[in-house]
């Protein structure tokens, strides 16, 4: 079974430039989340979609970050424009079906992309 | 902010050796789950254990859980040097409208020496 894929792997970027990330989940896997995680710490879940309906994103900073998750499948996370704080290894995660209180909900994650803003 | 708070946020051992790491958290639970990531790399999930159960096993893992002091602990047992990685735990909160959502602690670095 593949895996969660993301890409770009590395990005290096100025202040104040774009820049957008994809992500395919795993086949069959209705939802998908995006995380933030700076160095040294956990990961901070930043948006979670269901299907391609938007379920958490108390967390996204609207100013500057967007996500969308296109036919249920796909998602791309951009940031524009970008600020030296986003530096960071975003990941991104599926799992089966997301229910309140089930015990299977877990998740599976990508190898992640680190930027680096200058 | 974080919810789980892991403790020792490192831990070295020589191979052979069992580590013990502590994860406590605030708020009431669906689930409890433990991940391992390798440098440079994501997420790999370890385990899951419900808020109604007080210990699971997966191979050299066990988990402990105890709801009333809000705590978990992951034991590895006869360490390997492959173990080494930083490990999370992850609580799934209860109640919310949100569901599924985790929110992870700092970690615990663990080095396993050979």
């Known amino acids: 079974e593949a895996g969660v894929a993301q890409s770009p792997r590395y990005k290096i970027i100025e202040k104040r430039q774009s820049v957008a990330f994809w992500c395919n989940p795993i086949?069959?896997?209705?939802?998908l989340y995006w995380y933030q995680q700076i160095l040294g710490q956990g990961p901070k879940l930043l948006i979670q979609?269901?299907?391609?309906?938007?379920?958490?994103d108390s967390q996204l900073p609207k100013d500057r970050f967007s996500a969308e998750r296109l036919k249920g499948v796909d998602s791309t996370l951009k940031i524009q424009p970008a600020k030296l704080e986003d530096s960071a290894v975003y990941l991104c995660?599926?799992?089966?079906?997301?229910?309140?209180?089930?015990?299977?909900?877990?998740?599976?994650f990508g190898p992640g992309t680190r930027l680096t803003v200058l | 902010s974080q919810q789980g708070e892991e403790d020792p946020q490192a831990l070295s051992i020589q191979e052979g050796e069992n580590a013990t790491m502590n994860c406590s958290y605030k708020?009431?639970?669906?689930?409890l789950q433990w991940y391992r990531q390798n440098s440079g790399r994501g997420l790999v999930h370890l385990i899951l254990?419900?808020?109604?159960?007080r210990e699971k096993h997966s191979g050299r893992l066990r988990v402990t859980l105890d709801t009333s002091k809000k705590s978990s602990s992951l034991l590895i047992t006869a360490s390997r040097a492959a173990d080494t990685a930083s490990y999370f735990c992850?609580?799934?909160?209860?109640?919310?409208?949100?569901?599924?959502?985790?929110?992870f602690g700092q970690g615990t670095i663990l080095t396993v020496h050979p």
């Open positions: 995660a599926s799992s089966l079906v997301a229910q309140r209180g089930a015990s299977y909900n877990e998740q599976f």
């Open positions: 086949s069959g896997h209705a939802t």
């Open positions: 979609f269901q299907n391609n309906g938007v379920v958490d």
């Open positions: 708020t009431s639970i669906n689930n």
């Open positions: 254990i419900r808020s109604n159960e």
């Open positions: 992850a609580t799934d909160r209860a109640g919310g409208t949100s569901y599924g959502k985790l929110t």
